[in-house]
């Protein structure tokens, strides 16, 4: 069967732009998963949860993203997320535990 050229570049633009989604769509998974091998490389006996950086388990479907929380903020500070950064952030509990130390107001 013949088709004409227009309808095949038509096809090839959309099966284009569905995988450029797919990939896309995929990053901040991927860099998470990379996030949570670099804490574990630090901090072995951990087991780093979602709720660890962000505010919410799941990203809310209008927003995308996922919030991040005091900790995550921190982490994110760095410009380049290593497991450098992690040691000098120190785990999620020793950082919840300075917070919960900080007098109100103050940092």
Do not use: W
């Amino acid at each position: 069967m013949f088709y004409p050229m227009s309808r095949l570049k038509k096809t090839g633009l959309i099966l284009g732009f569905g995988f450029a989604f797919v990939v896309a769509g995929n990053a901040p998974a991927m860099a998470n998963v990379e996030q949570v091998k670099l804490y574990k490389g630090v901090y072995p006996d951990s087991k780093p949860k979602c709720t660890f950086c962000h505010v919410d388990k799941l990203p809310k479907k209008d927003e995308g993203m996922h919030e991040p929380n005091a900790y995550g903020k921190k982490v994110r500070e760095a410009a380049e997320i290593t497991a450098d950064t992690y040691k000098q952030v120190g785990t999620f509990e020793d950082f919840e535990a300075q917070q919960d130390q900080a007098p109100e107001g103050g940092k």
